[in-house]
């Protein structure tokens, strides 16, 4: 199984920031969703803007928890920069609330099946990254970085982010699953 938590990322990847970003979208296009609703929204971001996203996940990280538990964090965060770049995924609430009123007997079901959306774009996109050689770990740092976020990338309101994913190169090989 080449898709699995990876820790240890760089930037030496071989491919252009062009071919990742289509790779990404084409996986995201590819997955299914709830009455072909396609909610799933992904921002790519490299370069200045992956290490941005991160220094503001740490940014807000450090006023939230004590000093001695930061430490920690920042280790796992200072992980996440040194990859080669960050895929932010988020579901359009305005989707959802759309069919939500065209079909009403169906409404409480519609954020869950936004949620399964979500989970096969990240499960879609990390099985790309991992099948042209790239590693990638999966983080959940929100709901608390979803306004700094939101404000310095410019994000609309209505999307709601569900999960980051850094990727870049594979820096130290990790032992097999044993099942």
């Known amino acids: 199984n080449k898709r ?13 920031q062009t071919y990742i970003a289509q790779l990404i979208q084409d996986a995201v296009r590819s997955c299914p969703s709830a009455l072909n609703s396609q909610s799933a929204r992904v921002v790519i971001l490299f370069g200045d803007s992956h290490y941005k996203f991160w220094e503001i ?20 965060l200072n992980q996440c920069s040194a990859a080669f770049g960050t895929v932010l995924f988020y579901e359009d609430q305005a989707v959802i609330q759309q069919l939500q009123k065209k ?5 409480e079901d519609f954020p869950l099946w936004s949620e399964q959306t979500s989970g096969m774009a990240q499960f879609a996109v990390w099985t790309a990254l991992a099948d042209i050689g790239l590693g990638a770990s999966l983080q959940h740092y929100n709901p608390v970085i ?17 999960a980051q994913l850094c990727f870049g190169s594979i820096e130290q090989v990790v032992e097999p699953k044993v099942h």
């Open 4 to 16: 699995r938590s990876i820790y240890a990322l760089g930037k030496r990847v071989r491919h252009t």
């Open 57 to 76: 996940v740490k940014s807000v990280k450090q006023q939230e928890v004590p000093a001695h538990i930061f430490e920690g964090i920042e280790l796992k």
């Open 103 to 107: 079909l009403p007997l169906s409404a």
């Open 146 to 162: 979803d306004q700094a976020i939101s404000e310095h990338f410019k994000i609309d309101s209505q999307w709601l982010l569900r």
